[in-house]
């Protein structure tokens, strides 16, 4: 009787040499070199389900490559890490696309109909014109997120909500930092946006949404079973939000809300498919959000000069007044926040750039040589991973495992006053498909750290580095128990310099 473990042993390695041949025949020379990985095809998605974007930076440290194949059974992604290869890429937004490939897992994440699915890729990427609901969805929603009215009026919601939960906190009270800021921002985001019948009033679709979130994943990997409360959890806010628009509830939410609804409409998507598209954009207005929060509270509340810096800057914009009590008003403007504390404003870009986990991602649409070098095959995938420009030395300098909450402040007394290649900050994405709310992001985020840093303590229980939470006490009245505070949105038209494209407009 043959020996069994030989046996396995011989059929591995014939079916480890077959899928090498395969890998070589199978590559172009033009294509961007693939990297090896310890079993061909299969190697890539063990790695990307085990360690996530951390793969990526991995393969970077490894291999220094400025773009390379990653060879998957049935597809192609290629991975681009030069920053002049990603300046190249933003301008081939036709040919290296991203609607179509967004329609496409909307698709899967939300579980549309089939009537809406063929809407949304009805002329998907404008190649008939401008028209059609995926290539003018972007211009559609700019009323509702870009410096203005809109968003001043939803700035002022999230804000007042914000304030009035801190008002709240009169007594010290210790909680779990991740779980505290997780539902704070969502109230008040989400009351911003969808006003007073926002369906994350209730606790259900707020505890749904967060078990919705970690299935997102395994809906686009089409591996629905694996995923079955999650499944349950988007059902459930399906029908929420289902009820919120039949009763035309929306009307009285934020622009953002109205003109997607609007948008929608006009482009004849069923009620129900405009429910489950909003669940997806829930997604994108509290994923990233909260995790920010959290790592800037921890770095402000972790190093005395992080927290002594930007207190001075917050106090030198506040201004005092008695009120009619005859106590002491203090007034903040956010909107001064945004525009006159470069420090504060460089601690939240400095959060992104080493926390942040986005990856950018488009589809070939036709067989293209980038830059006149790399062959993309039709069909494949490119991605452009943020923490691997945001941990590159070459863009940041030796120090880039550092966290600098300076490091995004410009010296006017210095000759360089270019800290940093633009196109390295990837925290919003760039190009067409730069973040569209990352205004409002940004300004949740800062009001939320300015109130905490300017009216409360926050000390560890334990002291210890972070892994998914850390459980602090937060203790009111920092300064004088007796003052009263104001938190205000005044009228702003003025972009803060998040990305290299606000600093260009």
């Not at 011989?10 to 294509?31: A, I, K, W």
């Not at 601690?347 to 790399?374: A, C, F, P």
């Amino acid at each position: 009787m043959p020996n069994l473990p030989a046996s396995v042993i011989s059929g591995f390695m014939v079916l480890y040499g077959l899928f090498q041949f395969l890998l070589r025949y199978t590559q172009d020379p033009c294509e961007p070199p693939p990297v090896a990985t310890s079993i061909p095809f299969l190697g890539p998605i063990i790695g990307l389900m085990r360690k996530q974007h951390r793969y990526y930076v991995e393969l970077w440290e490894k291999y220094h490559l400025p773009i390379y194949t990653l060879r998957m059974p049935d597809s192609r992604i290629y991975v681009v890490n030069s920053a002049a290869l990603i300046s190249n890429v933003q301008r081939q937004f036709k040919v290296l696309a991203f609607p179509p490939l967004e329609a496409k897992l909307s698709a899967k994440a939300c579980a549309s109909s089939k009537t809406a699915h063929e809407i949304l890729m009805t002329n998907v990427n404008g190649d008939e014109g401008y028209w059609g609901y995926s290539i003018t969805f972007h211009n559609a929603i700019l009323p509702g997120l870009s410096p203005g009215p809109g968003l001043d009026a939803m700035n002022r919601v999230m804000v007042q909500k914000i304030s009035a939960s801190a008002d709240r906190l009169e007594k010290p009270r210790t909680v779990w930092l991740y779980e505290f800021i997780e539902h704070e921002i969502a109230l008040a985001t989400t009351d911003s946006v969808y006003g007073p019948a926002n369906p994350f009033k209730d606790p259900t679709v707020e505890q749904r949404f967060w078990k919705f979130r970690p299935a997102i994943m395994l809906l686009i990997m089409d591996l629905p079973m694996f995923a079955k409360e999650g499944v349950e959890a988007r059902e459930y806010m399906v029908k929420a939000f289902t009820k919120y628009f039949e009763s035309h509830a929306h009307n009285e939410g934020s622009t953002l809300v109205q003109v997607r609804y609007e948008h929608s409409r006009e482009h004849k998507i069923p009620v129900e498919d405009i429910a489950r598209y909003e669940v997806g954009n829930s997604i994108g207005i509290l994923t990233n959000t909260v995790p920010a929060s959290f790592w800037m509270m921890y770095h402000l509340f972790s190093d005395p000069v992080v927290l002594h810096d930007c207190r001075n800057e917050l106090l030198k914009i506040v201004s005092d007044a008695p009120d009619a009590n005859e106590l002491n008003l203090r007034t903040l403007d956010i909107s001064q926040v945004k525009n006159s504390c470069p420090i504060l404003v460089s601690t939240l870009q400095e959060v992104l750039r080493v926390h942040t986990v986005g990856i950018s991602t488009r589809m070939v649409m036709e067989d293209h040589m980038l830059d006149n070098k790399y062959l993309l095959t039709k069909g494949s995938t490119l991605m452009m991973p943020g923490p691997v420009q945001h941990s590159d030395k070459l863009a940041w300098g030796p120090t880039v495992n550092e966290f600098d909450h300076r490091h995004f402040v410009r010296h006017k007394d210095l000759k360089d006053n270019k800290r940093h290649n633009p196109v390295a900050f990837r925290a919003f994405g760039g190009g067409t498909t730069l973040c569209p709310g990352r205004h409002f992001a940004s300004t949740e985020i800062l009001a939320f750290m300015a109130i905490m840093i300017l009216r409360f303590g926050v000390t560890p229980v334990k002291m210890k580095a972070p892994d998914e939470d850390i459980e602090v006490r937060i203790t009111p009245g920092g300064e004088d128990k007796n003052l009263k505070w104001r938190i205000v949105v005044t009228d702003s038209e003025k972009r803060a310099p998040l990305s290299v494209e606000d600093l260009e407009s």
